[in-house]
């Protein structure tokens, strides 16, 4: 399995970005995708997370200017980031639970490669 994040990039401060993170493997279904991100000397920390039905969970320092959204028919999760500020400026990590099929099924966590957002002042 694997997870592939796109969509970072250099963006002025009140800019807006859609981060896109996309599952592909012997994938059988995937539950919890998420967004994580770490900032230069930080730890990460999460961002927002969405159910498979479409719950979603915000990080209450950021409720308001980030909205995750997910196409199940794709298997993608999505980060639309508005009013970037640049304490933004970080790694963003794509995450999802997801249950694959081989010689057995399996379900476990997986990680994208992350995505830099720069956002300048």
């Given at each position: 399995?694997q997870?592939?994040?796109?969509?970072?990039?250099l963006?002025?401060?009140?800019?807006?970005?859609?981060?896109?993170?996309?599952?592909?493997?012997?994938?059988?279904?995937?539950?919890?995708?998420?967004?994580?991100?770490?900032a230069?000397?930080?730890?990460?920390?999460?961002?927002?997370?969405?159910t498979?039905?479409?719950?979603?969970?915000y990080?209450?320092?950021?409720?308001?200017?980030?909205?995750?959204?997910?196409?199940?028919?794709?298997?993608?999760?999505?980060?639309?980031?508005?009013?970037?500020?640049?304490?933004?400026?970080?790694v963003?990590?794509?995450?999802?639970?997801?249950?694959?099929?081989?010689?057995?099924?399996?379900?476990?966590?997986?990680?994208?490669q992350?995505?830099?957002v720069?956002?300048?002042?």
């Open positions: 399995v997870l592939q994040a796109s969509g970072g990039g963006v002025q401060a009140g800019g807006s970005l859609r981060l896109s993170c996309a599952a592909s493997g012997d994938i059988f279904s995937v539950q919890r995708m998420g967004w994580y991100r770490q230069p000397g930080e730890q990460r920390e999460l961002v927002a997370v969405i498979a039905g479409g719950h979603t969970n990080a209450d320092s950021l409720k308001g200017r980030f909205t995750i959204s997910r196409d199940n028919a794709k298997n993608t999760v999505y980060l639309q980031i508005n009013n970037l500020k640049p304490e933004d400026t970080a963003f990590y794509c995450n999802a639970l997801i249950t694959t099929i081989g010689r057995k099924i399996s379900t476990a966590d997986y990680w994208g992350g995505t830099l720069t956002v300048s002042s």
